[in-house]
């Protein structure tokens, strides 16, 4: 059977992984049972475009997700290549299927209200430990910042005098990220209260904090007012984002504090902004 040179081919002259071998057999396998099925083509010249766009409305009808049904034409698309390339057939009917745009989950958030009353600081001891903690929820909230940046601000890398931070984000490119008074003046308390030289969030050694902690300190004080099932960094991250352009703010200078290269990673945040309206328009219209 044809599929059976794929494989081999794969194996032994691409050597392609065993979890990408078997994802390519899956596939194939759930392509060519649906032919049989459904009694479509007695060979594999006889498969035609209309046939495999059919088995692609399919499997949207089944309630398989946009990002696994291209996985799925990928390996179609490579198994046809190598018919082709092999003179196993004379026309390559994937090579007008186009693959549908991947959907976008909607990114979690933690809800205004809900921040508002975990940095209240009744949940944090009065102490280095409760006080650099406190420090970290608010500090990716009010500046929408990666992980792996938090954890590296330094010091020298904060301007008191002009309220801002140096961050070097992805790529090793450079932005400046805009800090409130309030955080400022937290931030100078921490630093001067325990004599933090280098890295701002640090354990009681003065040694940088390891990205497993700060999560698992986000996910526990998270936890303490919501019951969002995602309790990341990140989550702090998109609630920054989403919460801005709740509130009025322009979405080309969320783009620039959070770092994108590009406005299209902005605008997911705005799907978030839509669906709230959504929800209060169906709230109080009386003939919604």
Same mark, same amino acid.
């Given at each position: 059977? #044809? ?5 081999? !081919? ?21 392509? #060519? ?24 409305? !399919? ?6 997700? $946009?990002?696994? /049904? ?15 390339? $092999? ?25 205004? =209200?809900?921040? *508002? ?16 903690? %406190?420090?970290?929820?608010? #500090? ?21 005098? +002009?309220?801002?931070? @140096? =961050? ?25 209260? !325990?004599?933090?030289? *280098? ?8 040694? @940088? ?9 986000? +996910? !526990? ?27 009025? &703010? *322009? /979405?080309? &200078? /969320?783009?620039? /504090?959070?770092?994108?290269? %590009?406005? $299209? &990673? ?7 902004? =839509?669906?709230?309206?959504? %929800?209060?328009?169906?709230? &109080?219209?009386?003939?919604?």
């Amino acid at each position: 059977m #044809f599929v059976n040179k794929f494989i081999k !081919y794969i194996e032994s002259e691409r050597r392609l992984s065993k979890h990408t071998v078997t994802s390519y057999k899956t596939d194939l396998n759930q392509f #060519f049972s649906y032919i049989n099925d459904f009694s479509m083509a007695e060979s594999v010249d006889e498969i035609s475009f209309k046939i495999i766009r059919n088995w692609i409305t !399919y499997l949207f009808e089944s309630g398989i997700t $946009s990002r696994t /049904i291209n996985r799925k034409i990928s390996s179609l698309k490579s198994f046809f290549k190598f018919l082709e390339f $092999s003179n196993l057939i004379s026309v390559n009917p994937t090579l007008k299927i186009i693959s549908p745009k991947n959907s976008r989950k909607l990114p979690s958030i933690v809800e205004q =209200v809900d921040l *508002d009353q975990l940095l209240d600081q009744k949940y944090f001891k009065n102490e280095f430990v409760g006080e650099r903690d %406190s420090l970290i929820i608010e #500090f990716f909230y009010l500046t929408g910042l990666r992980l792996s940046e938090l954890i590296e601000i330094k010091v020298r890398n904060i301007d008191f005098k +002009n309220c801002s931070l @140096k =961050v070097i984000g992805k790529g090793n490119k450079e932005r400046i990220v805009p800090l409130s008074f309030n955080l400022i003046s937290k931030i100078d308390l921490l630093i001067k209260n !325990y004599n933090i030289k *280098d890295h701002l969030f640090s354990n009681s050694s003065n040694e @940088k904090l390891y990205p497993k902690k700060v999560y698992r300190i986000v +996910n !526990y004080y998270i936890g303490l007012v919501s019951s969002v099932k995602k309790r990341s960094p990140h989550v702090l991250r998109h609630s920054f984002a989403t919460h801005m352009l709740n509130n009025g &703010a *322009d /979405i080309n &200078a /969320i783009k620039e /504090i959070l770092g994108h290269s %590009s406005l $299209s &990673a902005t605008q997911i945040y705005t799907h978030n902004t =839509v669906e709230k309206l959504k %929800s209060v328009y169906n709230q &109080a219209h009386p003939r919604a």
